[in-house]
């Protein structure tokens, strides 16, 4: 993954508006993508995925954005919410890596009251 | 909660020490995974165990090994510890599909401090 040191980049926005985290990954290769949450203190958690065959994927108030020829992926959180403070991760892999995630280098989401 | 628990929580060791992470699967997972993030990084992939054979392994020395259980349950080990070794040490569990990806989730972490 991307080492990007102890300067995260960070995403400040006001509560209710939308946020779009993005993501660049260097793997043509990459066949499934994930994007995980952490909180401070916790282990990544699971948000959405998607697969190299679609190129949009909606859960509840989240969306992913998979654009394979300019290998770019976006996480899209609607109606943005206190709780959603937390640094989000792209992950990436394909087949031949044997389901070994590669990881980016972390987006700090901050949310304002 | 994922079901992915780890223990211990945190830890403090001396340079040359040994460790020993544990880390039990979510119920119906067959394959664990272990990874090391540094502060502010993201997750660095260490290797996978899948039905008890390691199944992959990412850039990182001998020194690092680890089990899997017959329960899926697994140890990473870590021998001559290094200043550099500080970091939280994630496992993640996922299903095990044969020649698919699939999804991972991870435990809390152990928090390795070396002094």
């Known amino acids: 993954g991307e080492n990007v040191g102890l300067h995260l980049p960070t995403l400040s926005v006001q509560e209710g508006d939308n946020s779009i985290i993005n993501c660049a990954y260097s793997?043509?290769?990459?066949?499934?993508f994930i994007w995980y949450k952490q909180e401070s203190g916790k282990g990544p958690q699971f948000i959405i995925d998607i697969r190299s065959n679609m190129d949009k994927r909606q859960g509840q108030r989240v969306t992913v954005l998979l654009n394979k020829t300019v290998k770019h992926l976006s996480l899209q959180i609607a109606a943005t919410q206190p709780g959603d403070s937390a640094v989000y991760f792209c992950a990436e892999t394909d087949n031949n890596a044997g389901n070994m995630l590669t990881f980016g280098g972390g987006t700090r989401l901050m949310v304002k009251p | 909660e994922t079901g992915v628990t780890q223990s211990p929580t945190h830890l403090i060791k001396t340079r040359g020490q040994q460790v020993t992470l544990r880390c039990s699967s979510q119920s119906g997972h067959n394959t664990v995974s272990w990874y090391q993030q540094a502060l502010g990084q993201g997750p660095q992939f260490i290797f996978q165990?899948?039905?008890?054979?390691?199944?992959g392994r990412g850039n990182f020395p001998p020194r690092f090994s680890g089990l899997q259980f017959p329960n899926y349950s697994s140890e990473l080990n870590v021998n001559a510890l290094e200043l550099d070794d500080s970091a939280l040490y994630l496992c993640a569990s996922s299903v095990g599909l044969a020649g698919l990806t699939d999804t991972q989730y991870f435990g809390p972490g152990t928090r390795l401090t070396v002094l």
């Open positions: 165990y899948y039905r008890e054979e390691e199944n």
């Open positions: 793997n043509s290769a990459s066949d499934y």
